[in-house]
Structure formats: structure tokens, C-alpha cells
């Protein structure tokens, strides 16, 4: 049972914009812990931006400043804007909710529901 859908990867040039969605149940979206992760070929799963019941958000160091998460409650629905894209953002987007993380929301540990991935690829 797919719980958790994304939308909106694709294939852009360095420096392009893409925009991802990621659209829940309200169960799922009243999670504690909403986010996206990446995983690109041979590499390990990382926290890319989170949000933490609606209010804290958290990114990693390597897209501070390019990309942006962001909620539209009435739709139930996640965004990460992800601007000035670099070849090295190439992977797949994975979008994640956890009912009750918190310590962390950028750890994978704090998650127990995920989607199927939408793939980005960023050209030079």
C-alpha cells in the first residue's frame, strides 16, 4: 500500500529548478517528522530538509540556501523547491513521515513510513 507518493523529478541542467511534491493521508501528514531524503548509486541514504510539526525546519549543509521545504496542509501535501541544482544533487528523492521522531527529524531512524522515489537527474 503506497502511502506516501512523489511527484515532479526529472532531468535538468546545473543550475535548473525543480519542484517535488509529496502527497499524504492526514494521518501521515500529522506526523511529527516530515521530509525528503536522498540516496544516489553506491551511496548511503541522507536527510536532505525536514520539518518538525509544522514549525522547525532542518536541512543538510549541502542544500542550505538552494533548497526549500514546504507544507500546503489543506492538501496534505510536501514540497521541497530545490533551486541552483548541481550535478552532485543527482539521486532519488524519497519523501518520509514519522508519527512520533522529534530527536531529529533529519535521521532516517525517525521515520517509519516512505514513498517510492522520484528520480532527479542534474546534467553539467
Known amino acids: 500500500q503506497v502511502q506516501l507518493v512523489e511527484s515532479g523529478g526529472g532531468s535538468v541542467q546545473a543550475e535548473g529548478t525543480l519542484r517535488l511534491s509529496c502527497t499524504t493521508s492526514?494521518?501521515?501528514?500529522?506526523?511529527?517528522?516530515v521530509g525528503w531524503f536522498r540516496q544516489a548509486p553506491g551511496k548511503e541514504r541522507e536527510g536532505v530538509a525536514a520539518?518538525?510539526?509544522?514549525?522547525?525546519?532542518d536541512y543538510a549543509d549541502s542544500v542550505k540556501g538552494r533548497f526549500t521545504i514546504s507544507q500546503d496542509n489543506a492538501k496534505n501535501t510536501l514540497y521541497l523547491e530545490m533551486n541552483s541544482l548541481k550535478p552532485e544533487d543527482t539521486a532519488m528523492y524519497y519523501c518520509?513521515?514519522?508519527?512520533?521522531?522529534?530527536?531529529?527529524?533529519?535521521?532516517?531512524?525517525?521515520?517509519?513510513?516512505w514513498g517510492q522515489g522520484t528520480q532527479v537527474t542534474v546534467s553539467s
Open positions: 520539518v518538525y510539526r509544522g514549525r522547525s525546519t
Open positions: 518520509a513521515a514519522g508519527r512520533y521522531g522529534g530527536a531529529w527529524c533529519l535521521s532516517e531512524s525517525s521515520y517509519d513510513y
Open positions: 492526514a494521518y501521515i501528514y500529522s506526523s511529527n517528522c
